[in-house]
Nanobody, 128 residues
């Protein structure tokens, strides 16, 4: 498995923006699609966004479409999540993960079972 480290979380007012970053430890980073998930207190972990190996294709949960943007830099082994127009319901711990099965077929890319190497998560709190 690859080590993933998320950063960039914090406290922000509703309507504000945050940019999360996930750094991978291995040079094989570019061989796999990547994803972001989030988990609110007392709830399951849900899919947020995914990106193909090259970055040419991106996928989003309906709840964040138009507000969030996923990108990657294969030279730096990082995948970012730009979050704009944040809402209170975006409050959660955000995790990045490697799509080890390289499966970007709907709906499988939204399922945790195709991912491994989860990071420790970064807390995002949106206040009203």
């Amino acid at each position: 498995q690859v080590q993933l480290i998320e950063s960039g979380g914090g406290l922000v007012q509703a309507g504000g923006s945050l940019r999360l970053s996930c750094a991978a430890s291995e040079r094989t980073f570019s061989l796999y699609p990547m994803g972001w998930f989030r988990q609110a207190p007392g709830k399951e972990r849900y899919f947020v966004a995914a990106i193909s190996r090259s970055g040419a294709s991106t996928y989003y949960a309906d709840s964040v479409k138009g507000r969030f943007s996923i990108s990657r830099d294969n030279a730096k082994n990082t995948v970012d999540l730009q979050m704009n127009s944040l809402k209170r319901e975006d409050t959660a711990v955000y995790y990045c993960a490697r799509n080890v099965r390289a499966d970007l077929v709907y709906p499988r890319y939204r399922e945790m079972r195709v991912y491994d190497s989860w990071g420790q998560g970064t807390q995002v709190t949106v206040s009203s």
